[in-house]
């Protein structure tokens, strides 16, 4: 069983991988997608992962088009809140999130360390019917 000690850290991005409709499992942001995951051990947490190939801005955010900030936030994850464990998984409870409709809620993941300084989280198999991607991510603990 995973404890919430075992999580405490800094953790680097090494893959997140998504299945969609049962198809092929792939790079959910592309290949060179780079993040970080932090918990504290005050029961705190953070995410934050994007794609390399996000599109850089040109001048102050203002004048920036709103389709232009729009496909900036589509290749990205980004949420911050609690984060409890029970029963081999992580709850991340969302207080700030890059999707508002995120915010108060749960985020379950199984957890697991398949190697020495290694931590992988995964998504449930859904069980209410509705179609949702499947992911994992991997992550390598920093320093």
Known sequence: MI???ELVGHW????FIEQRAGGPWSDALGPDAKGC?????????QVLIG?????????EWDS????????????????SGRFSVAEGRVLHHVD??????????????LA???????LLLRTEVPTDGRARPM???LWERAG
């Open 12 to 15: 680097r991005l090494v893959s």
């Open 64 to 79: 920036i088009p709103t389709a232009d900030k729009a496909r900036c936030l589509d290749r990205m994850v980004a949420y």
């Open 51 to 59: 794609a390399l190939d996000r599109p850089r801005f040109r001048g």
């Open 96 to 109: 700030v999130c890059w999707i508002p409709n995120w915010e108060g809620r749960d985020l379950v993941r």
């Open 37 to 45: 995951i932090s918990y504290w051990p005050t029961g705190h947490m």
């Open 112 to 118: 697991s360390f398949p190697s020495p300084n290694r």
């Open 3 to 5: 404890g919430m000690q």
């Open 135 to 137: 992911q994992e991510v």
